[in-house]
């Protein structure tokens, strides 16, 4: 009979095999690791590799990405498609096995880790996905929603102050489904971690309000079945496993070393480890026997028909029920969506309103909501200055079945949360907080642009027309940020209606998260044509226009729109030719075929002038280097609005100014 202990060495030997054809990669933590993930991968987990996105499964996240090879050598032994091959090509060019586990390149990666810390948040996500779905579609004797989130995470995960956001949370949150497995292995790339880690984390978590399993030991299969069986019987807390392990665990002369980190143990060292870990295969090579034990293709399959069935008799005694979870799982729109959200968005047209953005969105959520439950929004303790919170809303802490749940202070937990409930399938998440903050949640909206998640960011409070709470809150630089993302959608609205189109376009994207850039302050509503209307969803259109060629063309964004129709209007009644663009999407816009951008923009009319309370250079791609941009150029002021406008220059004469000094 094979011993646990080969099958875990399995991983061992890919592990190394793998890192050290590369030249490249972290051998010590899949090989410290390997004993635990062997009890819960062949023990535990209720996965399909013929279908990696069974409703139902399991969730897997290896937080510590950096140890990529553990995760490609389970899913390559227990079936899914990654054969051999890729596993050879580690770290190589349109490989499956990148140096961090990407999602959409590799079957059975959940989500993209590696920025240490936010696999464990995302995991919190996914956890919060799979309780807030049971609660609103399992019924009695039909529970067509019942799985686990396992995710593994290192001493760096710990430390990063991530953890501390999305720890605490969970905790409140009482996620009985979401089991963690800490490998203390007192080693990061430094050395041992003593000199610069020192906190009591069983305490810490405890204190979170977690069930902590201590004194695990990493390397003994009892102890770490014992572990998981005392995590999944408390279903109230999420639990922790304190791990004991040894990075490098069975190489002779790095194990417990942190050279071991991130470096090939070297072909020495590698053959001393076959013979201390008792195997006896080439590189690459694993015996049958080895393969049939791990192989899951059968038992994931069988599961999953089983569920099938399950699912078949919740659709005959629920069938509506079925149908919305089917649409919500496919990620479908309702069938009137396209017609109804028309309607709506015309409707705001024809009924003007001077509010602001952040008002507007409000608005529009309260009618969108209706037709998407799908939908679960959040702020990062600012609901009543970003204006998420719906007279639908019910937050999931007092009812799991809920759609609304309050961050607290912690962008970057909240994003790297939304990313995980995205990526759980079946909901739309949105995530608010201050254009500024974003800075907290730079990486976790990074990631969401990086996996192509469908997440909203609502961002409140765009510029300087903040006012009194000065440059320390007045975002300048981070539309700008926001823009040279790539694959991040952004829209900055200039009125209810355009606001309006921003959340259908948002609602509507699947393939990347959209950020929402709305003002504090009120804003005028525009006049637009049928046809304008309808151009808006292209990004950037003529809002005002001259009977011939324009001698000038002015681009504006959000609450500095306005202002550039009062030019216009200006140099309109004094017989000039002018032109002027709302852009509230660049992204969408350049996204145009070049007859529509030529047709907004032609090239002929070079005086241009942009006007954003934002960040000036970017603007640059639209107006030319001989162009004009009314924009930011430093950190805000402390003052009302309408002082910080007129100090700053967004006034209709020193735009005027300009516009006389190009059309010269």
Not at 282 to 294: K, S
Not at 458 to 479: A, C, F, K, N, R
Request: hydrophobic fraction near 40%.
């Amino acid at each position: 009979m094979t011993s646990r202990k080969a099958f875990a060495n399995a991983i061992r030997v890919l592990s190394m095999d793998a890192v050290q054809k590369a030249n490249s990669g972290h051998p010590g933590a899949p090989m410290g690791m390997a004993d635990i993930a062997e009890v819960l991968w062949r023990d535990y987990m209720n996965h399909s590799p013929i279908n990696p996105n069974w409703v139902d499964r399991d969730r897997f996240i290896l937080s510590n990405g950096h140890g990529s090879m553990l995760l490609y050598s389970l899913l390559h032994l227990t079936g899914y498609n990654l054969p051999m091959e890729e596993l050879k090509h580690f770290r190589q060019l349109h490989s499956k096995t990148p140096g961090h586990p990407e999602y959409g390149y590799t079957d059975g990666v959940e989500i993209t880790t590696g920025p240490l810390g936010q696999g464990f948040a995302n995991a919190v996500g996914l956890a919060i996905g799979e309780r807030t779905l049971a609660a609103q579609f399992n019924r009695p004797q039909h529970q067509i929603v019942d799985h686990y989130t396992y995710v593994f995470l290192g001493d760096g995960c710990i430390m990063e102050g991530i953890s501390h956001e999305a720890g605490s949370l969970a905790g409140i949150m009482k996620l009985g489904k979401l089991i963690a497995f800490y490998d203390d292995n007192g080693i990061s790339i430094d050395g041992n971690v003593t000199g610069w880690f020192r906190d009591d984390t069983a305490a810490r978590f405890e204190a979170y309000g977690w069930h902590i399993v201590r004194n695990v030991d990493g390397h003994d299969s009892n102890s770490i079945k014992a572990g998981i069986e005392s995590a999944r019987a408390v279903v109230n807390k999420p639990s922790l496993l304190l791990c004991k392990t040894i990075i490098a665990f069975g190489a002779p002369n790095q194990a417990g070393n942190h050279s071991a980190h991130g470096a090939p143990l070297g072909d020495q060292e590698i053959e001393a480890t076959r013979k201390a870990l008792d195997w006896h295969e080439q590189p690459f090579v694993i015996p049958h026997n080895i393969y049939y034990g791990w192989d899951a293709k059968k038992a994931g399959q069988k599961k999953e028909i089983a569920w099938n069935k399950k699912f078949a008799s919740y659709h005959k005694v629920y069938p509506e029920l079925a149908q919305e979870f089917t649409r919500r799982i496919n990620r479908s729109l309702p069938a009137n969506w396209q017609v109804e959200s028309k309607k709506i968005i015309e409707q705001l047209q024809a009924k003007p309103k001077n509010i602001a953005s952040r008002k507007a969105s409000q608005n529009i959520l309260e009618v969108f909501s209706t037709m998407l439950p799908e939908l679960i929004g959040g702020s990062a303790d600012l609901s009543p200055s970003n204006l998420t919170f719906l007279s639908r809303s019910t937050s999931i802490t007092e009812d799991p079945a809920g759609n609304y749940i309050h961050y607290g202070v912690r962008e970057f937990g909240m994003t790297a949360i939304g990313n995980g409930i995205a990526h759980h399938g079946s909901f739309l998440p949105y995530t608010a907080t201050f254009l500024m903050f974003a800075e907290y949640a730079r990486n976790a909206v990074r990631m969401a642009a990086m996996m192509k998640t469908r997440h909203i960011m609502v961002y409140t409070h765009d510029s300087i027309g903040l006012g009194e709470d000065g440059p320390t809150h007045q975002p300048v630089e981070q539309l700008a940020t926001l823009r040279i993302t790539p694959n991040m959608s952004n829209w900055r609205p200039c009125d209810q209606v355009e606001t309006a189109v921003a959340w259908q376009k948002a609602i509507e994207r699947n393939n990347g998260p959209t950020a929402l850039i709305l003002s504090r302050q009120n804003l005028a509503q525009q006049e637009r044509s049928t046809q304008q209307l309808a151009n808006i969803a292209r990004g950037g259109y003529i809002l005002k226009d001259c009977i011939g060629q324009p001698e000038l063309i002015i681009i504006a964004t959000g609450s500095e729109v306005e202002l550039a129709v009062a030019t216009y209007q200006q140099l309109n009644h004094e017989g000039r030719q002018v032109r002027v663009v709302s852009m509230p999407s660049t992204d969408v816009f350049d996204q145009q075929d070049k007859v529509y951008r030529e047709l907004v923009l032609p090239k002929v009319v070079t005086a241009r002038i942009a006007i954003e309370a934002g960040i000036a250079d970017y603007w640059y791609k639209y107006v030319g280097v001989d162009g004009v941009i009314v924009g930011m150029n430093t950190f805000g002021k402390s003052a009302p609005a309408e002082e910080l406008f007129k100090f700053f220059g967004f006034t209709i004469d020193n735009v005027l100014n300009q516009a006389y000094t190009l059309m010269k």
